[in-house]
């Protein structure tokens, strides 16, 4: 996500999306991209959890993500639809040793930690151009 907004801010010249050719819808490769304040409220609800000892054991691992994946492209076309820029961009070779698809299983973390992620891509997207802005002072 920060090259997506450095690129569009004009820090980068344009943004490489590695491979093109991935067994996925678009051909690029898939993420489980998750808004820092869902990350945040997964990390409340977890340390409430320890306060209250309603946890399980001492030491508990919980994947934290959506659930879902999106391709960089998915990403690439959601902040061009919520900011109106359109991204300079290229499709390069794919990285040695990239993986093609990846998204977290959240199933025991939302049972139980009663956590959800509820942030969309758009949301996510936004987030992140309205952030970088502010770091540049515009």
Same mark, same amino acid.
């Given at each position: 996500m920060p090259f997506i907004t450095q690129t569009a801010i004009g820090i980068r010249e344009y943004l490489?999306?590695?491979?093109?050719?991935?067994?996925?819808?678009?051909?690029?490769?898939?993420?489980?991209?998750?808004?820092?304040?869902?990350?945040?409220?997964?990390?409340?609800?977890?340390?409430?959890?320890?306060?209250e000892n309603k946890g399980k054991a001492n030491l508990e691992v919980f994947n934290l993500g959506t659930g879902h994946g999106f391709s960089v492209l998915d990403v690439i076309r959601s902040f061009e639809k919520v900011t109106g820029l359109k991204l300079n961009y290229r499709i390069v070779a794919r990285r040695e040793?990239?993986?093609?698809?990846? &998204?977290?299983?959240?199933?025991?973390?939302?049972?139980?930690?009663? &956590? #959800?992620?509820? #942030?969309?891509?758009?949301?996510?997207?936004?987030?992140?151009?309205? &952030?970088e802005k502010r770091l540049a002072g515009k």
């Open positions: 490489s999306v590695f491979g093109g050719d991935y067994d996925t819808p678009d051909g690029t490769a898939v993420r489980d991209y998750i808004h820092v304040v869902d990350i945040a409220k997964a990390h409340v609800f977890a340390i409430e959890r320890m306060i040793g990239d993986v093609e698809k990846v &998204w977290a299983d959240t199933h025991y973390a939302n049972a139980e930690l009663g &956590w #959800k992620a509820v #942030k969309s891509l758009d949301d996510m997207t936004i987030s992140a151009w309205n &952030w």
